[in-house]
Every structure is written in C-alpha cells, then in structure tokens.
C-alpha cells in the first residue's frame, strides 16, 4: 500500500506539471479569439465525455495501472502537437488526443487510490490521501505554470513541450504501480455494456444517493465552466499580464492546496451534503461580485473561488467512492465526471461569443445568479441538508 500511495504523489505531480497554465489563453488567442477558443474547448471536452465511460468500463475491467499507462500516452502526444500547432486545426487536432488522455485519467487514478487503501482495510484513510493528492495536483500546475509564464516570454511553445517531456516521466513512474486486488469481471463485450450501464445506476440507485448526485452536479457544472475557462477570461479581462500570468496561477494553485487539507476535518464535522451546499454558495457569491472588482480584487476572488472548487471535487470524491462497490467504482467516476461535462460542452462555444460581446465579468454575473437559484431549489427539494 505504501508503495502504491508514494508513487501516485509523484505521478500526480508529473501528470499535472501544467507549464502552460495561465498562459494558454494567450497561446490561443495567437490563432484565434474567444468565440474560437470556446470551439477549441467544446471539441476538447466532447472528446473527454464521449470517451469518459468507455475509459472508466475499461478501467474496472482491464486495470486501473495500464489504464493510466495509456493517459499518459495520448496526453504528451497531445501536449507535444500542441506545441507544434500552426493554426487553429493543429489545435484542435492536438486537443483530441488530450481529450482521450484526460478521460483515461479521470476516475481511474480516485479508484486506483481507494482500491489500494480498501485491499489494506484502510479505506477510512481515504478522505486524508485524496485531499494530499489533490494538494499535489495544485502544487505541481502552480510551479510549473510560475516557470512556463517566464519561459514563453521567450518562446511561446516551450511550456508545452516541457509539460510533453514531464508526462513521459511520469509514464515511466506508473509503471511501477502495482494493480490492487478488486473484484474484476472478464472482459467482453456483454460485459462492458453491463458494466457501463451499472455505472450510470450507482449514482441513482436509491433516493438518497440520487438526491446527493443532483446537488453534486447543480454545483460541478458550474465547477467545470469555471475551470475550464471563464476563471482564465477573467485574469485576462482583470489586466493580468502575458509575463506575469504563470507567476498569479501559480498563487492561484498554492492557495486551494492549503486549503484541501481542511477538507479530512470537514467529513467529519458536518454532513457532505451540508458541506457541498456551503461551498457552492461561496462560489456563486465570488461570481456574483464579479463585475465590481478591479485588478487586485478580481484575482483574490479568482483565488478564493479556486479554493472552493477544489475543496467540492475532494467532497464530491468521497461521496461517490463511499457509494460505490470496488468493481463499478471507476466506471461510476467517469459516468459522473461525464454528466458533470455536459452542459460545458453544450455552452462552451455561446460563452466564449457572450464573453466577446458582453465581457467575462458580466457573464460571471449571471452564472453565480443560476447557480444560486439551482442550490435555493435543490435544498426546498430536501427535508435535511
């Protein structure tokens, strides 16, 4: 277990080493403007959700280790062409390959985790190892991003080829996983359908959990758009700098690492449910007050908001693997994580046209006022929080 626990820090920290963050805004903006890089982002994240349930079945059936063998692979062949992009179709090319490695990695890693604790009965641990994991996956894209800000300065394309050579480190590093021992199905076809079918059911499959699904997801769409894009808009429409930018994200990923660690004490102190409904008022709140900041205000809420992100996918991490059995568990993050996904890729592209037209600020605004008035709606709907 020791083993498996140490090498996933060090894979986490590999497979997040995000040199181009903060700067991709402006990458893209090279080729293209908002409208187009929410194209960029639609076809991004269709692929991840086209191939989110296919590559969790996969997962629980062939191995959470040569799972992520392959995520590896496809996202430094993506990074790398990205890197080499000379208009917008390179982009778009280079993106389907991210796409495919993201939903490789995504659930697959969570449940490679849990599974590892669960074969030493030590699965009660689990809130305290997926909070460090997460801290490391914030940790690694705010140095690496403080360094790729400088390093595109002097060469637009370098932070994307470093990031390609660090997944290939971390490619070799998940080779010295060792799988868990779970309850596994053989592969086949009836199989695999069976299995993603059951996936979708361990989110739904008794009122309470369906209950707690619905507010994960009335918060995680928001969550996604944030991520994805509308927090970047934002330092660009706040005024941050090309040269400066890696430097804020950097602060804007150290901060919410911190903040994860509080994330053990919160499962025990009050309900998920509770929690998850606190923390995405936090989030529609920095939304909403959005419009009124300037520079310094603008990247502390961003800085804020990233916190609470962080500490709702933590939440909704735990929530879901305490729910689901060991054989459908991969399967049932990547459902969720797909379901999660959807609206952002129905709305990437009209957001990026509205933040053209009426500004990043504006249409934060209007987010955090539908966010709130999902959560108002979502807790009329419970007797209990």
């Known amino acids: 277990m020791d083993k498996n626990i140490k090498l996933t820090y060090f894979l986490s920290f590999f497979r997040f080493s995000w040199f181009w963050l903060g700067i991709w805004v402006f990458y893209y903006l090279r080729f293209t403007n908002y409208a ?50 000379l208009n917008v179709s390179h982009l778009i090319f280079s993106v389907l390959f991210l796409g495919i490695g993201n939903s490789l990695y995504s659930g697959t890693m969570e449940a490679f985790i849990y599974d590892t604790l669960k074969q030493s009965k030590s699965e009660d641990k689990y809130p305290k190892y997926i909070a460090k994991i997460h801290a490391i996956q914030l940790i690694s894209p705010a140095l690496c991003g403080a360094l790729g800000g400088l390093m595109y300065k002097f060469d637009p394309r370098s932070p994307f080829f470093l990031s390609a050579i660090f997944y290939v480190i971390g490619l070799i590093i998940a080779l010295f996983l060792t799988e868990p021992i779970v309850d596994t199905i053989k592969f086949s076809l009836k199989n695999y359908l069976l299995q993603t079918k059951q996936g979708l059911r361990e989110l739904f499959k008794s009122n309470s959990i369906k209950k707690q699904t619905i507010l994960l997801l009335s918060i995680g769409f928001f969550v996604v758009i944030l991520e ?33 660690q509080i994330v053990p004490l919160i499962s025990k102190t009050i309900s998920e449910n509770k929690a998850l409904f606190i923390t995405g008022l936090l989030i529609a709140t920095t939304l909403i007050i959005s419009p009124i900041l300037g520079l310094f205000l603008g990247v502390t809420s961003i800085i804020f908001r990233a916190s609470f992100q962080s500490i709702y996918y933590s939440l909704a ?31 990437a592209f009209f957001i990026g046209s509205l933040a053209d037209k009426f500004s990043a600020k504006n249409i934060s605004l209007y987010l955090g006022i539908i966010l709130i008035i999902l959560l108002l709606i ?3 709907q419970r007797k209990t929080l």
Not at 318 to 325: F, L
Not at 339 to 347: D, G, H, M, R
């Open 378 to 380: 979502n807790k009329s």
């Open 317 to 347: 991490s735990i929530t879901i693997n305490k729910n689901t059995e060991s054989k459908y568990r991969a399967t049932t993050l990547s459902t969720f994580n797909m379901i999660n996904s959807l609206p952002y890729v129905c709305t």
């Open 36 to 85: 187009g890089i929410g194209l960029i982002e639609t076809i991004l994240i269709s692929t991840a959700v086209l191939t989110e349930i296919p590559t969790g079945a996969i997962a629980d059936l062939l191995g959470r280790k040569n799972t992520m063998l392959v995520s590896c692979i496809f996202s430094a062949i993506g990074i790398f062409l990205m890197g080499m992009a």
């Open 228 to 260: 994805q894009m509308m927090n970047s808009f934002l330092s660009v429409e706040y005024g941050v700098k090309a040269q400066y930018i890696g430097l804020i994200w950097a602060i804007i990923y150290i901060v919410p690492a911190v903040s994860l």
